[in-house]
């Protein structure tokens, strides 16, 4: 696993009140049509979620998240890698979460928690692939 952190996502129980604040930060919403609403930052993308929809995606219960909900994603360059991730991760001591499946909306992801208990995500987008020193852009490059 490369070290970066490639698409920060925010579980929030009212996504468009959340990215009211970060506009008035300055921040600019770049255009996403599945439910979450993105903010592309240097090198990654700060990503606001419905809390009981990101909950739903891990299988777990909102109240599973506690409080400030997070997770941190890591995104692949091929679907495969994903399965590897997550393999990596549980040998290190992880917990699989979610193993690594199609998505919805063309994708291919995963989830651990770490022994810390941070929630991961690792994906596959296919619409918004790495740039060949590993940064990632929403809309890809």
Known sequence: ????VSLI?????????????????GWTRVDSPDG???FDLIGQVL???????LADE????????GQGAITLSYNCRT???????LTAAQSAGAEVLKPAQDVFWGGHHGYF????GTIWEVAHNPFSTLR???AFCWNGY
Request: aromatic fraction near 6%.
């Open 58 to 65: 891990m299988g777990l219960d909102a109240e599973a998240l």
């Open 1 to 4: 696993m490369e070290q970066r």
């Open 36 to 38: 979450v609403i993105a």
């Open 113 to 116: 928690r770490a022994p810390d």
């Open 9 to 25: 996502t925010l579980g929030v129980r009212n996504p468009a009140r959340a990215a009211v604040f970060y506009e008035a930060m």
């Open 47 to 53: 990503g606001l979620y419905q809390l009981e929809a």
């Open 79 to 85: 679907k495969g890698e994903v399965a590897e991730v």
């Open 132 to 134: 060949e020193d590993g």
